[in-house]
């Protein structure tokens, strides 16, 4: 299965633009597919994304991994936010460069606000204390929110941080999902 970019549903890919490698296996981005789950997470955090997914896949739901999707950004934008309602979960993988992204800060104040059933999973050290976004008027606002919507709910919990190597901790995502997509 060949990625979708933004360039298919434009026009032809010119001869000498080379689209991006296809990610592996069945986590590449279908647009005629019905997705019921969805990521949020900056660049670091692909790999561990891809782990998960998979993991999702084998147990039969289907992921919006956004690295997955061909294109540019804008594109991969409009994608995130048109598939985003349709999806019962939102797995969001913090660390701490996503704080830093003003585009998956955008993403997970939408999901807060939209409220799916919302699994916030610690990949590296964070901080939500404070004005951790910010001192400005609007970043106080929006840590305030996202803390008050996830902070409880952060796992795992203390210190520690996922690790996709470890079985546990993915089963443990795994039955995370299972319940929310029952509750749905």
Not at 87 to 113: D, G, H, K, M
């Amino acid at each position: 299965m060949e990625c979708i970019s933004e360039v298919q549903f434009a026009a032809p890919m010119l001869e000498d633009n080379i689209p991006p490698p296809d990610p592996p296996g069945n986590l590449c981005y279908d647009q005629d597919k019905d997705y019921n789950v969805i990521f949020s997470y900056e660049d670091d955090c692909s790999e561990v994304s891809e782990v998960l997914g998979a993991e999702l896949w084998k147990a039969g739901y289907a992921s919006v991994l956004p690295h997955t999707v061909g294109g540019s950004r804008n594109f991969r934008r409009r994608v995130w936010f048109g598939e985003m309602p349709d999806c019962a979960v939102a797995v969001v993988l913090l660390s701490p460069r996503y704080f830093e992204s003003e585009e998956c800060i955008e993403q997970l104040v939408t999901l807060c606000q939209e409220n799916p059933a919302i699994i916030p999973i610690v990949v590296g050290p964070i901080n939500i204390q404070g004005d951790f976004l910010g001192e400005g008027k609007v970043q106080r606002r929006d840590g305030n929110f996202i803390r008050h919507s996830i902070g409880s709910n952060l796992f795992p919990r203390g210190n520690a941080c996922f690790d996709a190597g470890k079985r546990e901790h993915i089963e443990f995502v795994l039955s995370l999902v299972n319940r929310a997509m029952n509750n749905s």
